[in-house]
């Protein structure tokens, strides 16, 4: 992006986009389905990729002063963006946050919220490291799966951290450690994204046999690639309610197959919603409130969205 001295009229924000020291990659009107798996939705006004704490300290403080809406964007693994876009800044975390480290001797992994969860979870099987197995196949970054404490089997990601460095809402978005016992957490839930902006989080594993690490990770991942449609989805679209299945509650409506424009209710697993056919988003949105509506009447049970919704 080429820069040059900001207007005099200019707001914070189209000042920070052209000032030298702001180190990011600014899109406009950037297609959101380049950036999620559902590969629909609308444009982004903005799509920023900033590549230091600094910088995404500048742009935070920016939006808050021009009244920009902001949202954190990291592989689009559980998010819809309707047909209109999102009229604010859509970020997603660069170079400095897509950084990972491992101490051996203490069997510690440190890794940036940029960072692919998939990419984590192969690190700590490479090195003989047991506890990120549940995350086998998860997508998504390190940033995402700790704002909705990602994971599978009764097990997620705050299970297994010992602190999450954020930028502090509540105190100028200032870099701030936190430990595990510092935020609340639980299934498909986690309170760090009511404190600040995830940066960075150290997690504590355990030493283990690698043949055993091996047969485990295998059995998991031939699991869910049997029993989860690939295509272009978002995962599980619902949370499931205590003591069921999501699933198993609209298959039993009757929604297995089910089809709204190109988005349908999965054969082989109901509670995915797959884009099969270049769905809108509309599309994709129609059927969770028919699965929701269904499953309602049918059974008294409101199913709570897993996916996040963007611009709707």
Same mark, same amino acid.
């Given at each position: ?36 798996? =559902? /590969?629909?939705?609308?444009?982004? &006004?903005?799509?920023?990729? $900033?590549?230091?704490?600094?910088? !995404?300290? #500048? ?127 639980? =299934? /498909?839930?986690?309170?760090?994204? &009511?404190?600040?902006?995830? $940066?960075?989080?150290?997690?504590? !594993?355990? #030493? ?105």
């Amino acid at each position: 992006m080429s820069h040059s001295q900001a207007p005099k009229h200019a707001n914070a924000l189209s000042a920070l986009f052209l000032d030298d020291s702001f180190d990011c990659e600014v899109l406009f009107n950037e297609p959101a389905s380049r950036h999620t798996t =559902y /590969h629909c939705g609308g444009p982004f &006004k903005f799509f920023c990729t $900033v590549n230091t704490i600094e910088s !995404l300290q #500048k742009l935070l403080r920016a939006c808050d002063s021009t009244n920009m809406p902001f949202f954190m964007i990291g592989k689009g693994s559980n998010l819809l963006v309707s047909d209109e876009g999102f009229d604010g800044v859509a970020c997603s975390l660069g170079r400095d946050f897509r950084k990972v480290n491992i101490d051996e001797e203490k069997c510690l992994i440190t890794a940036g919220a940029g960072v692919s969860f998939a990419k984590v979870s192969q690190l700590a099987f490479n090195n003989m490291l047991s506890g990120l197995e549940f995350a086998v196949g998860i997508p998504g970054t390190v940033g995402g799966a700790l704002g909705m404490n990602a994971g599978t089997g009764g097990v997620g990601l705050c299970d297994v951290i010992s602190s999450v460095s954020i930028l502090d809402i509540n105190n100028d978005y200032r870099l701030k450690k936190i430990c595990k016992d510092d935020f609340n957490f639980g =299934y /498909h839930y986690s309170e760090i994204q &009511k404190m600040g902006i995830a $940066v960075e989080c150290e997690i504590e !594993l355990k #030493k283990c046999k690698t043949w055993d690490l091996k047969v485990h990770m295998e059995e998991k991942l031939k699991k869910r690639n049997k029993t989860q449609p690939g295509g272009h989805n978002c995962g599980s679209v619902f949370k499931n309610p205590e003591g069921d299945s999501a699933g198993r509650l609209i298959e039993q409506a009757g929604l297995k197959g089910t089809r709204i424009g190109g988005a349908e209710i999965s054969e082989l697993h109901a509670n995915f919603f797959p884009n099969v056919d270049n769905a809108k988003s509309q599309d994709i949105m129609d059927l969770i409130r028919l699965a929701q509506t269904e499953v309602k009447e049918k059974f008294g049970v409101l199913l709570e969205p897993e996916v996040q919704f963007l611009g709707f």
